[in-house]
């Protein structure tokens, strides 16, 4: 009897182990993944453009993020960043719009919903999805890329400030 039991100990402790194991190795993969997927998706656009070096671009200050994006995409940085601090002031990529709360503008380039949806259409993301207009580097690559494509009078609302 004390030979089963003595068994079963071992027996529950392997399993133990070997659940510690599993979830060990999901955990690597899911950060793996993940950190990929963060790194493919802060290069991809800029990736190809003839000034680009590639960076990780999460890893920048704000200001220096938004100053390396308007290199790739061949804008004046300084102009760049100033329409980003005309626009959101803080630099916050999540900040909403408080001024005129009936309109969806937030970010940090203060897109609207359907200035969003446009945009990421024209730059070929058939599904545009509106979370990315949150993420700093997303909004500062789709502020590029409209003003690289001839829309900066999406922001001539404060163009007094930053004009």
Not at 68 to 88: H, M, R, S, T, W
Request: proline share 4%; charged share 20%; glycine share 6%.
């Amino acid at each position: 009897m004390k030979n089963i039991k003595t068994k079963i100990v071992k027996l529950a402790t392997i399993a133990l182990y070997l659940g510690l194991l599993i979830c060990f190795v999901w955990y690597c993969w899911a950060v793996l993944v993940s950190y990929t997927t963060n790194t493919l998706e802060s290069l991809i656009i800029v990736a190809n453009r003839p000034n680009f070096r590639a960076t990780r671009l999460w890893e920048l200050p704000i200001d220096r993020m938004i100053i390396k994006v308007a290199k790739a995409y061949e804008i004046d940085p300084g102009q760049f960043l100033k329409i980003a601090q005309c626009e959101n002031g803080t630099h916050q990529p999540d900040r909403k719009n408080y001024a005129w709360p009936q309109i969806s503008a937030s970010g940090l380039f203060m897109f609207t919903d359907s200035t969003w949806i446009a945009t990421r259409a024209l730059m070929g993301f058939p599904d545009p999805n509106l979370a990315f207009k949150h993420d700093a580097i997303e909004n500062a690559k789709t502020a590029a890329w409209k003003i690289a494509n001839g829309g900066i009078g999406a922001w001539d609302a404060s163009k007094n400030c930053w004009g």
